[in-house]
């Protein structure tokens, strides 16, 4: 799910969608509109789920597509060394997830742990520890 937003709106540390995948912000350069042309945007963002960098060129009236972000609470059911399996604390929904490759995260994640996950475009990514249980 997404809404769209004029690329001139779009700030340093919001999220937008690039090529298909949801991308965080890093950087925005407006350039001054000229004699016969409109402002041009570039944004820089690195990816959430791949943390790969990508840019985006446009005019400021251009359209891009702002993702809709659901931060959600969940615990470790059990865990393997490629994934985890994470019980939603609301819905008590159980799925599987990657295991996250950030250096925060190592010997952290442990069964019975509670972390925060977002689902963005039907994916899942943990990303960061609350608490332990």
Do not use: N
């Not at 004029?6 to 407006?30: A, F, M, N, T």
């Not at 393997?80 to 997830?97: A, G, I, N, R």
């Not at 952290?108 to 520890?129: A, C, D, F, N």
């Amino acid at each position: 799910m997404s809404r769209p937003a004029d690329l001139g709106s779009v700030k340093e540390g919001s999220y937008v969608i690039i090529d298909g995948e949801p991308c965080r912000v890093v950087e925005v350069e407006k350039s001054k509109p000229g004699k016969h042309g409109s402002a041009k945007v570039r944004l820089t963002a690195v990816s959430v789920f791949t943390t790969s960098k990508r840019s985006y060129i446009g005019t400021a009236e251009t359209h891009i597509e702002i993702p809709m972000i659901d931060k959600r609470s969940g615990q470790i059911v059990s865990a393997t060394p490629s994934s985890l399996q994470l019980m939603d604390l609301q819905t008590f929904e159980v799925f599987e997830t990657p295991v996250p490759t950030e250096p925060e995260f190592q010997g952290r994640l442990q069964p019975g742990t509670e972390v925060e996950y977002w689902s963005v475009m039907e994916k899942k990514k943990i990303m960061r520890v609350k608490g332990t249980g």
